[in-house]
């Protein structure tokens, strides 16, 4: 029987109200494509800027970017009705799903320390609402500030006290400095920021699991410049990588050559053949707890590698090529001890071109996994889209079709799911 999960789900954004609050720091322009993203991704953005803040990008970009009045001081109320109290370092956060401060000056990440509340933005993140848990609205520090500023016993003592008080405290990046110098501290992209925004409001469904994931063709050489490959984007694991980590997990992401950006968070290892694919899976899947295999390994391998490129003889014939067969990664890794007593849960894939389901069906109980992910390969290879037919002990489910990135999710919680009805 084939049941359907018609809804793809929503962005992790959508619908959600975001305060941007910036202190002062060259990194303030990146504050300005932050909102951008924010806002393109469905939230409305509350900005809020310190006096520093504002030396530094005006608080008429933010307004425009946003949308909305910008809260520069306790003493004025916005434009809002609900600010008509008088009060906007309390109103500002009561609505929110998340505060991002960025950028955070070392100033003010001592302020935070400290619990300070001489102006506007610190005031604000002090009287954000507390649970019975802790803060019910989570802070997210994103540090901007010179290396010697970033390495200095004082700052390092108070990030953590702000770490320890609740708030995520997002790192920094490495590189050339506004003031010329090179080192720790640049603040990170706008496109990071966002991204562990997104994690910080996404369900974290698995926290605490370790997920290996293996993307992408393998690259089979037949001589030092030439190969057999295929036409894998490596696209769908990838996405997958991005929804666990989004979930929680801790992901390491084998992947064949493709010319993908890695996503945040999430452990990247390089791998060419299936022979260096089954090497790094053998060396991660002992601390694994889910195998999700979706990359396209070749199933041959040419059986002795040229030393020298081919050339051809005049005779008009091709060069008598000799195969091996590759070893099969998930089948190896689904027959291992861990997996079979239920410690690893096993994912496959089927690139079919037909019969979807008979082969999906066919397919896991070759390879021994609890559950396999059928899609039409010709379909969907290169591209953003696809559609999913998971099968497993339960049926057979169908998911609808949309991008890659939303049937990520949709899997990610199948996944979820089912190995929660095991532990
Ligand atoms: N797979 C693997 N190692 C291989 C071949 C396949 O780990 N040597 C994995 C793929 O990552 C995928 C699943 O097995 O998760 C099915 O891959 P697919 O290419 O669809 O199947 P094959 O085993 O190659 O079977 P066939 O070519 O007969 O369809």
Not at 7 to 28: D, E
Not at 150 to 178: I, K, M, S
Not at 324 to 335: H, R
Not at 404 to 423: F, P, S
């Amino acid at each position: 029987m084939t049941s359907n999960t018609t809804a793809l789900p929503p962005h992790p954004l959508h619908q959600r109200h975001i305060v941007l609050a910036l202190s002062g720091g060259v990194a303030g322009y990146k504050a300005a494509e932050l909102c951008r993203l924010i806002i393109k991704a469905g939230a409305t953005v509350q900005v809020v800027m310190s006096e520093a803040a504002t030396r530094f990008i005006t608080p008429t970009t933010m307004q425009a970017l946003s949308g909305r009045p910008v809260v520069l001081s306790q003493w004025v109320s916005g434009s809002d009705a609900a600010d008509a109290n008088g009060m906007p370092h309390i109103n500002t956060t009561r609505a929110a799903d998340a505060v991002v401060l960025a950028p955070a000056s070392a100033d003010m990440i001592a302020k935070l320390a400290q619990g300070r509340a001489d102006e506007i933005v610190s005031l604000m993140c002090l009287a954000r609402p507390l649970n019975a848990g802790g803060h019910s609205v989570p802070l997210l520090v994103a540090p901007a500030m010179n290396r010697e500023m970033w390495q200095h016993p004082a700052t390092q003592r108070n990030l953590a006290q702000v770490a320890a008080d609740g708030a995520t405290v997002l790192g920094v990046g490495n590189g050339e400095q506004a003031c010329g110098e090179t080192g720790d501290g640049r603040m990170l992209e706008a496109a990071e920021i966002f991204e562990d925004l997104c994690m910080a409001l996404s369900a974290p469904l698995l926290a605490g699991k370790r997920v290996l994931i293996t993307a992408g063709p393998t690259y089979e050489p037949i001589d030092p410049v030439r190969g057999i490959t295929n036409r894998s984007s490596g696209k769908m694991g990838f996405a997958i990588a991005q929804a666990a980590r989004r979930a929680g997990a801790q992901v390491t992401l084998l992947a064949g050559p493709v010319a993908l950006p890695t996503p945040r968070g999430v452990q990247r290892i390089n791998v060419t053949t299936a022979a260096d694919l089954l090497a790094a899976t053998q060396a991660h899947a002992p601390q694994a707890d889910i195998f999700i295999a979706t990359a396209a390994v070749a199933d041959w391998r040419v059986a002795q590698v040229a030393p020298h490129k081919l050339k051809k003889d005049g005779s008009g014939q091709p060069p008598a090529l000799q195969f091996a067969e590759n070893p099969d990664i998930l089948a190896t890794v689904a027959a291992s001890p861990r997996a079979q007593s239920g410690d690893l849960y096993c994912v496959g894939f089927a690139a079919e071109s037909q019969d979807l389901l008979a082969n999906a069906q066919a397919k896991r109980q070759r390879k021994g996994v609890p559950l396999l992910v059928g899609n039409i390969g010709p379909d969907t290879f290169g591209r953003d889209d696809n559609t999913l037919l998971l099968v497993d002990a339960h049926g057979a489910t169908s998911l609808p079709p949309g991008p890659k990135a939303d049937l990520a999710v949709l899997l990610v919680e199948h996944i979820a799911a089912r190995t929660l009805q095991r532990a």
